[in-house]
């Protein structure tokens, strides 16, 4: 499946860019190589190298990024991007503002790539990230969009329809749907081996996002999470159908008046946990749960 293998890149003044706006920050992944995979058309699926996993669209009009990874690897991503499509960068999309997908902005805007996503990202990046400080101009989004808001680019032959999904992994989380090559790049709104991390959003809008993707879904449509392979329209439905069941279960709990403690030792997630992992970290069940129990009081 993988054209490219691993790429050791000329040092150049993108690397230089990179080690000048280096910080302390370790993302998972990091210092492996990046590593691009042919997902359909001409839309390619980058993973390792530090980050969640990126998607780039190569035309012979120039190419297009999905989610940035480390800034340590942006000379990696751009002589892949090089190779592939014979033209530069011209635009960077960012899913949502978490750092392994927006780590390596700073470096694109510098070199002049048009940042795209919703404008929360820019709020939060200008403000400083998880107690971190403010960055850099030249890492905001210059196009944005609003709460239920989106865009449509032409890159090539491409659509690419990049468009606010209600708030799930976090509030500014966006779906980004290559039309032509009829690939969705769903970021950390779809998990094929992991249970939702609900940092931001709500469980609620993952079954929402869950349905609109799914809808613009067909049998051959291939599907990019922020973790782990390409996938497809049954696995998401799956996903889909698992987010219900397990929500279901939690409700119920929570109807009989259990605590949390209770509703995991009751294992809502039985059946499930082979495909998905382990249940147990901290923006699942507990997030559902305080979700769920909410709902259920203001429904009292
Ligand atoms: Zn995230």
Redesign the pocket.
């Given at each position: 499946m993988s054209r490219h293998g691993s790429y050791s890149p000329a040092v150049g003044v993108v690397l230089a860019l990179a080690a000048a706006c280096a910080h302390a920050q370790t993302l998972s992944g990091a210092g492996t190589p990046v590593e691009a995979q042919h997902v359909a058309g001409d839309v390619y699926m980058l993973s390792g190298g530090g980050g969640a996993n990126s998607s780039l669209l190569v035309t012979s009009s120039g190419a297009l990024l999905v989610d940035s990874k480390s800034q340590e690897v942006t000379d990696e991503i751009i002589a892949i991007a090089d190779e592939l499509a014979g033209g530069g960068i011209r635009f960077l999309v960012n899913g949502?503002v978490?750092p392994?997908?927006t780590d390596g902005n700073e470096n694109f805007g510098t070199l002049g790539v048009t940042i795209v996503g919703h404008e929360e990202i820019r709020q939060v990046l200008a403000a400083g990230q998880r107690g971190g400080p403010p960055s850099a101009d030249e890492a905001l989004p210059v196009l944005t969009f609003p709460d239920g808001g989106g865009l449509s680019l032409h890159l090539g032959d491409e659509r690419v329809s990049i468009f606010h999904a209600p708030p799930a992994?976090?509030n500014d989380n966006s779906i980004v749907h290559y039309e032509t090559s009829n690939v969705l790049h769903l970021g950390?709104l779809y998990g094929p081996s992991r249970y939702p991390v609900i940092?931001g959003g709500t469980f609620a809008g993952f079954i929402e996002a869950a349905d609109i993707a799914v809808a613009r879904a067909d049998a051959s449509t291939r599907i990019i999470p922020g973790v782990g392979g390409v996938a497809d329209r049954r696995q998401l439905q799956a996903y889909r159908d698992m987010l219900v069941t397990v929500g279901q279960r939690v409700a119920e709990l929570v109807g009989d008046g259990k605590t949390l403690d209770e509703v995991i030792e009751a294992r809502p997630t039985r059946g499930f946990d082979e495909i998905w992992g382990a249940p147990d970290h901290r923006l699942f069940l507990p997030v559902v749960y305080a979700e769920l129990s909410d709902q259920a009081a203001s429904a009292d």
């Amino acid at each position: 499946m993988s054209r490219h293998g691993s790429y050791s890149p000329a040092v150049g003044v993108v690397l230089a860019l990179a080690a000048a706006c280096a910080h302390a920050q370790t993302l998972s992944g990091a210092g492996t190589p990046v590593e691009a995979q042919h997902v359909a058309g001409d839309v390619y699926m980058l993973s390792g190298g530090g980050g969640a996993n990126s998607s780039l669209l190569v035309t012979s009009s120039g190419a297009l990024l999905v989610d940035s990874k480390s800034q340590e690897v942006t000379d990696e991503i751009i002589a892949i991007a090089d190779e592939l499509a014979g033209g530069g960068i011209r635009f960077l999309v960012n899913g949502h503002v978490h750092p392994d997908h927006t780590d390596g902005n700073e470096n694109f805007g510098t070199l002049g790539v048009t940042i795209v996503g919703h404008e929360e990202i820019r709020q939060v990046l200008a403000a400083g990230q998880r107690g971190g400080p403010p960055s850099a101009d030249e890492a905001l989004p210059v196009l944005t969009f609003p709460d239920g808001g989106g865009l449509s680019l032409h890159l090539g032959d491409e659509r690419v329809s990049i468009f606010h999904a209600p708030p799930a992994h976090s509030n500014d989380n966006s779906i980004v749907h290559y039309e032509t090559s009829n690939v969705l790049h769903l970021g950390d709104l779809y998990g094929p081996s992991r249970y939702p991390v609900i940092a931001g959003g709500t469980f609620a809008g993952f079954i929402e996002a869950a349905d609109i993707a799914v809808a613009r879904a067909d049998a051959s449509t291939r599907i990019i999470p922020g973790v782990g392979g390409v996938a497809d329209r049954r696995q998401l439905q799956a996903y889909r159908d698992m987010l219900v069941t397990v929500g279901q279960r939690v409700a119920e709990l929570v109807g009989d008046g259990k605590t949390l403690d209770e509703v995991i030792e009751a294992r809502p997630t039985r059946g499930f946990d082979e495909i998905w992992g382990a249940p147990d970290h901290r923006l699942f069940l507990p997030v559902v749960y305080a979700e769920l129990s909410d709902q259920a009081a203001s429904a009292d």
